[in-house]
């Protein structure tokens, strides 16, 4: 059986905004795994294929082991399709069996299942006429089939999915250096630190009220207090933090000030005081010293977010901070409002007041509107100096796949620039 | 009707807070006139907005004088339609 993970260009994709901009929806992380990797691990599947959004293949191929967007994973097995954002947890559909089908309500492909001799009646030209002859071709399966709606569900089921994934992990214990004096509460069944990891004296692990999963090669600098359930992905850095609980920090980051109940991908640094909390923060980030967010409204009613720069979706939560795409840097002292939709590839420079709540990706904000700014290239430039610092390059692809998310995202990004140059221009 | 360069002078005195005068068609925003990144930027929407064209951001950004923003969008108001 082959394992076929797929992410098309649906009319919700947008519900992932930014962050899916620049990667399939399964590499989202949530708990200690990304969401690709729980699918894997609860199908059980060696052989794994994917199929991607066409703009993003060649910079995603670069990434992953797996065939990207290859018509051949289409043939000569039992073929699994399940959607990216389907939850692992819940997926109960057997992996082989007879070829079943099942959309949502949206008409969006949920789960394709196709046993090898009934290949033969399908269309496997490409995986959208492969899913479509599906569709004539077979019944709908019966199994419910849960999934992800917005990319603020895996901020907000981070810290209970860190227990589940710790507990599906099974390790435990000490493999790397704890120095002392270092005080570690709970459990140690609950504390996993990998080798090669560091943590400096003066440190506390809190694991009374969750697990705590130090990856291999991180380093915890003194006064860091860290509260599980807390992950911490391999290389990262932890600087005097106030680490609360719920946190997912992915590999090569930089973390300081305060940080609760968030998730940031990887390669992003908030090395200096600030609050950052029930947000997701993307990767190439860089909050400067003070950069807060708000994730609780004073009056205690639930967070709106605006994911497409017009219409403002309520999550049915009271505490959503920001959501922060690829590449974003903000300037010291920047104040993010609640639910705050910060676009990929963004400059922002602080007003002192708290920021839009819908920043449009590659914009420049300056002086308190969104502006050209010095443009794309500039952009290119910075992330084509920041990446080699942590060891990747940017490469053709790369800028290729954001060349297509700057012409998907203008529609954005007009008005706003528009809007912009009114207030510059005092009209 | 104020000339193209009668426009520019204005936009660039009063995002840049100088006096008209101290305007000359040989002044470089940077060196002479003082303008500093975040003044350029603005410097290039007001010009956009006063003459109602699109700039592209690279090259507008390197325009270095009063003069040379004169024929800049001198050219781009014929490349856009625009009646100046």
Partial sequence: ?427 | MATVLERVVAVTARVLRLDPSEIKPESTFTVDLGAESVQSIELVASFEEEFGIEMDEDAALSVESVGDAVTFITNLCGEQGVEI
């Fill in chain 1, 1 to 427: 059986m082959r394992l076929v993970l797929l992410d098309q260009p649906t009319a919700k994709r947008f519900h992932f905004y930014p962050l899916a901009l620049s990667r399939p929806i399964w590499e989202l992380r949530c708990g200690i795994t990304t969401l690709g990797e729980k699918l894997v691990a609860k199908i059980g599947a060696a052989d794994v294929a994917c199929f991607v959004p066409p703009y993003m293949a060649d910079a995603y191929r670069a990434q992953t082991a797996w065939p990207v967007n290859d018509p051949a994973s289409l043939a000569g097995d039992d073929l699994l399709i399940v959607a990216g954002n389907v939850r692992a947890e819940e997926f109960t559909c057997e992996p082989v069996g007879p070829s079943r089908v099942k959309f949502d309500a949206d008409g969006d492909c949920l789960v394709v299942r196709v046993a090898k001799e009934d290949l033969g009646k399908l269309n496997t030209g490409s995986i959208d006429a492969l899913i479509e002859s599906a569709k004539t071709a077979f019944g709908t399966c019966d199994c419910e089939v849960p999934v992800w709606k917005y990319v603020w569900d895996l901020v907000l089921a981070n810290p209970g999915q860190l227990t589940k994934d710790f507990a599906a992990a099974g390790r435990s214990g000490i493999e790397g250096t704890v120095e002392q004096p270092n005080a570690i509460r709970g459990g140690r069944g609950d504390v996993f630190i990998g080798k090669g990891a560091l943590v400096h004296p003066m440190v506390v692990l809190d694991a009374e009220h969750g697990p705590i999963y130090l990856d291999e090669g991180v380093e915890v600098h003194p006064f860091t207090r860290i509260e599980g359930p807390c992950y911490v992905g391999k290389k990262s850095i932890l600087l005097g933090a106030k680490c609360r609980e719920g946190m997912s920090i992915g590999p090569v980051c930089r973390v300081g000030g305060e940080v609760e109940e968030s998730i940031i991908q990887g390669y992003s640094n908030k090395y200096h005081d600030g609050f950052l909390g029930h947000a997701y923060v993307g990767e190439w980030v860089n909050l400067g010293a003070l950069t807060t967010n708000s994730d609780l409204k004073n009056d205690y009613s639930s967070v709106s977010v605006t994911l497409d720069g017009r219409t403002p979706i309520d999550t049915g939560s009271t505490k959503v901070g920001s959501l922060i795409g690829d590449h974003s840097k903000t300037s010291i002292g920047t104040l993010f409002n609640t639910g705050a939709y910060v676009g990929a590839m963004t400059l922002i420079a602080a007003t002192g007041k708290p920021l839009p709540k819908f920043i449009p990706s590659f914009a420049w904000f300056l002086e308190g509107v969104v502006t050209k700014g010095f443009g794309k290239r500039k952009l290119y430039e910075t992330a084509a100096k920041a990446m080699p610092r942590r060891g990747r390059q940017w490469t053709a692809a790369d800028e290729a796949m954001w060349d297509e998310i700057y012409k998907m995202t203008e529609s954005t990004r007009k008005p706003a620039i528009a809007k912009g140059r009114r207030v510059l221009a005092g009209n």
